[in-house]
């Protein structure tokens, strides 16, 4: 399901199947699968920005540098995404540090996507996708009434990566590991009731997922400022372990 890939490219190409809101990339996937071209695991971090959405199924011209890279669409000749090593931003992207396991699946009951989803295919955290289509991330706040609504608020769930997504080494590949961090951070704002899209993501991963094990992702809102919803997430194993975090800029949709 997952293609990895090598460290250097002409060209990528996001699948069609791969999407968050319909018809253009998943923007967690789509800024790893640039990123997986500067870094892997037990890299350095890397920042990605979305200039415009990606798009799909076609392949998207890459251009490499000594410390990032670009993706162009050569039917458009719009730029759709930058990367660049940076970094490692300091201080936790989620504050609130690791949420345990059961305490994950019990959040996952209070996930507002159940009830309204503004992009409900979304690969990383749609309600349509069946299991093994998509990663059914379903993040809900951890502590109702013990923590704010708007900024602090943190939500989480659990995550056990299906057998599709195997690199080939019973882990989970870079591009997908980036999806998992991705919607978990953009539903601590409540996208729905204002839906956002990514902008700009920096992502560190420490170890890759393990294919069949139960993971946890958290997310956690930094700030707003206008339409920029500033994020955090973060990917622990089940023990607790930090994997991977991720800093986040969403753009807030107009009305």
Known sequence: MDVVPSHSASSLTIPPTHNGPDGSGNGGYSAGLLAALLTSVGGPAVQVTLRV??????????????????LTDPESGQLVAEAAV??????????????????????????????RHPFPRCYS??????????LRLFPGTV?????????????????????????????VGLPDTWAAL???????????????VLGRITVQVVGAPR???????????????????RTGSALHGADGRLLAQAWATWIALRR
């Open 182 to 196: 991705d919607c978990p951070g953009g539903w601590s704002s409540g996208i729905d009731g204002r839906p956002a």
């Open 211 to 229: 294919i069949g094990h139960p993971h946890v992702v958290t997310g956690h809102l930094e700030s707003v400022d206008g339409r920029k919803l």
């Open 53 to 70: 959405p990606p798009p799909l199924g076609r392949p998207l011209a890459v251009e490499e540098g000594r410390d990032g890279a670009s």
């Open 143 to 171: 502590r109702p009434g013990q923590e704010p609504e708007g900024v602090g608020r943190t939500v989480a769930c659990t995550w056990t990566p299906h057998p599709g997504l195997d690199d080939g080494t019973g882990h």
């Open 125 to 134: 955290c749609g309600t349509e996708r069946a299991e093994g289509e998509g």
């Open 86 to 115: 940076v970094p490692v931003p300091e201080g936790s992207a989620v504050p609130t540090g690791p949420v345990g396991a059961e305490e994950a699946a019990e959040a996952e009951k209070r996930y507002p996507g159940l009830t």
